[in-house]
C-alpha cells in the first residue's frame, strides 16, 4: 500500500525481518513460539476441551491412521453438509477429535472453494470484498479447530501435515479479511511465516511443495517494503524442485517470474502450466482448478504483449 506512511513502512520491516530471521525452534509445550501459544483463540458457541480433557484424547497419529475423508466429491454443498454433520457431532462430544478432523477438513475446504483458495491472480491478492466476508464469517472457526488438533499429543513430534498446512491456509483467510495490509502491521506475518518455516523444516515436500509456494504466494502479495517477486520466484521455483510437473507450482513460477519483468520466461512457465502433463497433484490443488483455468491464459497474454 503505497500511501502508508513511513510509520507504516518502518513496522512493516521489522515486522518481516523478524518474522523471517527468527524461525520456531524445536516446539515444546512451552514454547511463546508453539502453534498453540501463537493462534489467536475466538469465541465460539462451543467451548474447547479443558486440558484435563485433552489429556484423554488419542495422540495425533491416531487421528491421522483413522481418518479418511468424508466426501468423494467435493462440491460446496457437499463439504458444508459434511461440516454441520460434525458441527452437530461436535456439540455433544467435544472432544471427539475425528469430528473435530472432519469439521475442520470440510470447513477449509468449503472456504477454498468458494474463495478460489485465496489464489494470488494477474490483477494482484485474491482478497476479494466477497472473499474477505466469507473469512470474516468462517476462518475463526476454522482456525480454532486445526489449534484444537494441533495442541493434542507429543509437542515434540512432527505436526500432522495435512492439518498444518490447512491451519497456515485458514489463517491466511482469517488474516486475509482484515485486508493485506491491516494484517501485516497487525503481526500477522510473524504468524503466518513462523508456521509456514515450521511446514517447510518438517514436511519439505508435502502436498507438492506447498510450504515453498505460500512463501511465493506471500511475497507477492503482500505490500511495499515487504512485497519481493525475487523470492516469490525463489520459492516457486523450489517447489518445482519438489514437484515439477504440478499445475499450480507452474502458474506461480509463471506469476512472479511475470511480477520481476522477465515475461519470456514467464511465457515458458504459463505454456508449461497448459501442457497436458501439467495436473494437480494433490485435493487442494484440484480444488481450485477453476481459478487456474482462467488465470493461466490471462498470465500467458500478459507475458506475450
Known amino acids: 500500500d503505497t500511501s502508508m506512511g513511513l510509520l507504516g513502512h518502518f513496522a512493516l520491516t521489522m515486522i518481516y525481518g523478524f518474522a523471517h530471521w527468527q524461525p520456531i525452534e524445536k516446539s515444546s509445550k512451552n514454547h511463546p513460539d508453539s502453534p498453540e501459544n501463537i493462534v489467536p483463540t475466538f469465541q465460539t458457541k462451543e467451548a474447547l476441551p479443558r486440558s484435563s480433557e485433552r489429556a484423554k484424547m488419542p495422540s495425533p497419529e ?12 467435493r462440491t460446496v454443498e457437499s463439504l458444508w453438509a459434511e461440516y454441520e454433520l460434525q458441527e452437530g457431532i461436535l456439540r455433544s462430544a467435544a472432544t471427539d477429535l475425528v469430528a473435530t478432523r472432519r469439521c475442520a477438513d470440510a470447513l477449509c475446504g468449503w472456504m477454498r472453494l468458494m474463495t478460489d483458495g485465496n489464489t494470488v491472480t494477474i490483477d494482484g491478492a485474491g482478497d ?95 505490500p511495499f517494503p515487504v512485497r519481493s517477486p525475487r523470492r516469490a520466484l ?61 488465470e493461466i491464459p490471462r498470465g500467458l497474454e500478459a507475458a506475450l504483449v
Open 62 to 73: 491416531v487421528i491421522s491412521s483413522d481418518y479418511e475423508s468424508p466426501t468423494p466429491t
Open 128 to 222: 476479494k470484498p466477497e472473499f474477505r466476508q466469507v473469512w470474516t464469517q468462517h476462518a475463526p472457526r476454522a482456525v480454532e479447530l486445526y489449534r484444537t488438533l494441533l495442541s493434542v499429543g507429543d509437542r515434540e513430534s512432527k505436526p500432522d501435515p495435512d492439518v498444518l498446512c490447512n491451519f497456515v491456509e485458514c489463517f491466511s483467510a482469517l488474516s486475509g479479511a482484515k485486508g493485506i495490509a491491516l494484517a501485516a502491521l497487525s503481526g500477522d506475518a510473524v504468524v503466518f511465516l513462523r508456521n509456514v518455516d515450521l511446514l517447510q523444516r518438517a514436511h519439505p515436500t508435502h502436498c507438492s511443495g506447498l510450504a515453498q509456494i505460500f512463501y511465493a504466494a506471500f511475497y507477492l502479495a503482500a
Open 234 to 294: 525463489s520459492a516457486a521455483r523450489a517447489s518445482l524442485d519438489v514437484e515439477p510437473t504440478s499445475r499450480r507450482n507452474r502458474y506461480y513460477a509463471g506469476l512472479a517470474a511475470l511480477a520481476c519483468g522477465e515475461k519470456a520466461t514467464a511465457a515458458d512457465y504459463f505454456r508449461a502450466a497448459l501442457d497436458p502433463e501439467a495436473t494437480a497433484k494433490t485435493e487442494s490443488e484440484a480444488d481450485i482448478s477453476r481459478i487456474l483455468d482462467r
